[in-house]
């Protein structure tokens, strides 16, 4: 009976701590050797009070999605760097979802300045959609320093409908021909009523005079 | 009244209703083809080229236009509308009549959403010599843009004379939340070898609540010239400035054109500006990204994520509230495709596939290259 018992006894101590954790929703999903590096991550992420529903879902993705499993530990840990940086940012109380959007405009090109402005200038309100227009406003052509500026600039007044109403005015413009920086400038000149000069807009974060194309 | 009188009454009506929906007019069809530079409210200007085909019928009681136009921006996105509307001119009294009239418009920009109108009208029209006018409501439903039953309350007075018309109108919109006042004035002189029409106008008023950037109050016009070539061909030249129609969702414009008109069969030019329609309509519209747009709503516990795919035999999508697995769509009406699922506010991550095909990024969502070699739609529920 003892001598029974060994194998099981040296199989526990033989596995090592990363292994313990493992994640049930990646079995049978991740491949073998990407899950026990992902159940890693998870378990890092967990003592470092990261959120760990975000990590586990790109895993999954790349799983579904026919990662090699490298890329799917890259994409992870790549995911887990930028919730440190935005956790960091946006401070300890940040939900998963602010986390993951101020993640998606780090990806974008926004600045870690930038999301920890954010957080100043909107004390004790939700940053999940001021974060995600930045990240959309870069994807649809705008500089991200220009994107990140519009996002503060309506950062102290602006709620969430008006953050999503911006962004939608500002890509319906760039799909009807105004170049990115011209449609965020008209935008946000309406939205903070920055300027009152015909023909001109003030550039948010830059504090720039520009012309309108004729 | 004259019968000649009764003609250019009714010649006269139909050119007013050009500053509304093109109901009546004379009989002729006739092509055009054009250049428009072109700059929206707020906008980049840009280059177009037009092709407007349109045709009229008259009789003394039944009138029919139809117009098209397709026109090609620089950016090479193209808008297609078309316009069809008919008008019935009841009774016989020399001093009143009453009008019924219908219209329909639809338009398409870059092969990805359309919008339209139906409107449907009712005037009263006074006649004297050589003046006259009118009262009239439009009250109909816009597709594709904003919400609200449009009604459109008209009043308009007219005068002819040999060679020089006048026409003035005041019209008060009503869409959902949005009210706004129009008044137009517009006079057109025909000469032997000319015809200039010139317009005016101002929106000296308008709440518009849902949209800060529009309904400001602001004065308009345009100038039209044309210059007959040959009995079947002529030349317009034309520039201005027109203000946004919400219920026909017209963006308003500056703009300098210049074209040719072919009069394909018929009895008379009429001096519809080559640029007209096409540039009119064009719309706040479109999207780039390769799948049908996703629509979400709902709360958080049981939201209905919403695809509208016509031709699709299955629609399914995946994301982060999936776990990644994909889900099939049902549905629920012709071209409309639902699920409900469980998902909380914030960003997700989503693709979607029709018919079995390729994974792809739902029109709206924000696309993001991902590690694993494709893309994936970033939506934002809030």
Redesign the interface.
């Known amino acids: 009976m003892r001598l029974g018992m060994i194998p099981l006894w040296l199989l526990i101590a033989a596995t090592p701590p990363m292994a313990r954790g493992q994640e049930p929703?990646l079995l049978g999903r991740v491949p073998d050797p990407a899950r026990a590096q992902v159940d890693a991550i998870l378990d890092a992420a967990r003592v470092r009070g990261l959120p760990v529903e975000?990590l586990l879902?790109r895993a999954?993705?790349?799983?579904?999605?026919?990662?090699p499993p490298a890329?799917?530990v890259?994409?992870v840990t790549?995911l887990r760097d930028e919730l440190v940086v935005v956790s960091r940012a946006f401070g300890e109380t940040a939900s998963?979802?602010e986390l993951?959007?101020g993640a998606?405009a780090l990806?974008?090109g926004a600045g870690a300045d930038d999301l920890a402005r954010l957080r100043r200038l909107r004390p004790g309100r939700p940053l999940?959609?001021a974060?995600?227009?930045m990240?959309?406003l870069v994807?649809?052509g705008v500089a991200a320093d220009t994107a990140a500026g519009a996002v503060l600039a309506l950062a102290q007044n602006a709620d969430?409908?008006d953050y999503?109403a911006f962004r939608r005015?500002v890509q319906?413009?760039i799909?009807?021909?105004?170049?990115p920086a011209?449609?965020l400038a008209?935008?946000i000149r309406?939205?903070t009523d920055l300027s009152s000069t015909p023909g001109s807009e003030t550039m948010p974060g830059t504090g720039a005079s520009r012309k309108?194309?004729? | 009244m004259t019968r000649r009188g009764w003609r250019e009454a009714l010649a006269i009506v139909a050119w007013l209703l050009t500053i509304g929906p093109p109901v009546a007019g004379q009989t002729e069809g006739t092509l055009g083809l054009g250049a428009s530079v072109i700059?929206?409210d707020?906008?980049?200007?840009?280059g177009a080229v037009v092709f407007a085909p349109a045709l009229r019928f008259d009789s003394p009681r039944l009138s029919f236009g139809g117009q098209g136009s397709w026109t090609m921006?620089?950016?090479g996105?193209s808008v297609i509308q078309g316009t069809a509307a008919v008008a019935w001119l009841a009774g016989s009294s020399r001093a009143w009549r009453l009008e019924l009239s219908g219209s329909a418009g639809a338009s398409e920009y870059?092969a990805e959403s359309v919008t339209g109108h139906l409107l449907a009208g009712a005037r009263l029209h006074v006649f004297a010599a050589g003046t006259g006018g009118w009262l009239g409501a439009n009250l109909g439903q816009s597709f594709g843009g904003p919400s609200g039953v449009p009604m459109e309350l008209v009043v308009a007075g007219w005068s002819v004379s040999n060679r020089v018309a006048l026409v003035g109108s005041a019209t008060t919109t009503f869409q959902g939340r949005l009210r706004q006042l129009d008044l137009v004035g517009a006079i057109r002189w025909t000469g032997p070898k000319l015809e200039l029409e010139v317009r005016a106008g101002a929106r000296p008023w308008a709440h518009d609540p849902e949209n800060?950037?529009g309904g400001f109050t602001e004065a308009f016009g345009e100038i039209t010239m044309t210059v007959p070539l040959s009995p079947r061909l002529a030349v317009s030249l034309g520039g201005g400035k027109y203000p946004s129609d919400p219920v026909r969702q017209v963006?308003g414009a500056r703009y300098l054109s210049a074209g040719f008109r072919l009069r394909t069969f018929g009895r008379q030019a009429r001096s519809v500006p080559v640029h007209t329609t096409g540039v009119l309509r064009?719309r706040?519209?479109?999207?780039?990204e390769n799948g049908p747009p996703l629509e979400i709503g709902g709360p958080a516990e049981r939201r209905t994520l919403r695809i509208r795919a016509g031709d699709a035999t299955s629609v399914e999508l995946?994301g982060?509230f999936t776990?990644?697995?994909?889900v099939r769509l049902t549905r629920v009406a012709p071209a409309v495709w639902e699920i409900k699922l469980a998902i909380?506010?914030?960003?997700h991550?989503v693709n979607i596939r029709l018919n079995g095909g390729v994974?792809s990024v739902p029109g709206g969502a924000?696309?993001?290259r991902?590690?694993?070699?494709?893309s994936?739609g970033?939506v934002?529920v809030?």
Do not use: C, H, Q
Request: proline share 6%; charged share 25%; glycine share 8%.
């Open positions: 929703r975000p879902d999954l993705e790349g799983a579904t999605k026919g990662a890329a799917i890259a994409a790549r998963t979802a993951t959007a998606s990806r974008a999940t959609v974060a995600a227009v990240a959309d994807a649809a969430d409908a999503i005015n319906r413009d799909e009807l021909g105004a170049s011209a449609a008209v935008r309406s939205a309108r194309k004729p | 700059e929206y707020g906008f980049l200007s840009s921006f620089e950016s996105r870059a800060a950037s963006v064009g706040l519209v479109p999207t780039d995946m982060d776990d990644w697995i994909p909380p506010a914030g960003v991550r994974w924000r696309l993001e991902t590690e694993f070699g494709g994936v970033i934002v809030p």
